[in-house]
């Protein structure tokens, strides 16, 4: 893998342990060469993980449409931003450019952008690893609901082991870069 996108919240949380995770998934990605791919601000988790990444002597490429310039306050020291038009623009380029996905902790933006590129997976439409990164067991709930859309028949249950689960950088790296694609990318029966 060349390069992962990675979601996150413009917040940092209420848990030191949502920073500190940030901080060690960048640290890991410079130091294994995987380039950063991320929405482009300095603040919350986002900022965290670029800055941990370019002060272990990574590379990072933001992807931040015009309007959230000023709003999600631009990180000034990246080697590469890229403004965009829109958050679908943004979207399409960030997956365009990335090999893999990471959502850490956030909110509905994070949620968002991570459902997308798996919807785009279960379609087949691309052959990506994407994991959460569960930290504190902050996406268990979440994992669960996706258990019980599964058994209810919405989820087919290829499609639910698309979503890679780890509770730190290091397995997370692990799991992608074993990740298989299902080889059925059918989804309506």
């Known amino acids: ?10 917040n940092k949380g209420v848990r030191p342990e949502y920073a500190a995770a940030a901080q060690a998934l960048g640290t890991l990605l410079a130091r294994e060469k995987i380039e950063l791919v991320y929405g482009g601000g300095m603040v919350g988790l986002m900022g965290i993980v670029a800055d941990a990444v370019l002060q272990n002597g990574g590379h990072v490429i933001g992807v931040i449409p015009e309007k959230l310039v000023i709003k999600e306050v631009v990180h000034e020291k990246l080697p590469d931003l890229r403004v ?3 958050m679908h623009e943004r979207k399409a380029l960030m997956a365009e450019l990335s090999d893999g996905f990471i ?3 956030g909110g509905y933006g994070t949620f968002e ?3 997308e ?3 785009w997976s279960q379609l087949g439409w691309h052959a990506k690893p994407f994991g959460l ?6 996406y268990r709930s979440l994992l669960s609901f ?12 290829q499609h639910r082991e698309l979503v890679l689960v780890a509770d730190n950088a290091a397995e997370m790296l692990r799991h ?3 990740f298989r694609p299902p080889g059925e990318v059918k989804w309506v029966k």
Do not use: T, W
């Open 1 to 10: 893998m060349k390069r992962i996108a990675v979601y996150c919240g413009s």
């Open 84 to 86: 965009v038009k829109s």
């Open 103 to 105: 959502a850490l902790p």
């Open 113 to 115: 952008e991570f459902f």
């Open 117 to 119: 590129v798996l919807a």
């Open 133 to 138: 990164l569960d930290i504190g067991g902050f």
């Open 146 to 157: 996706l258990d019980h859309v599964r058994n209810e028949g919405f989820i087919r249950p």
């Open 176 to 178: 992608m870069q074993q």
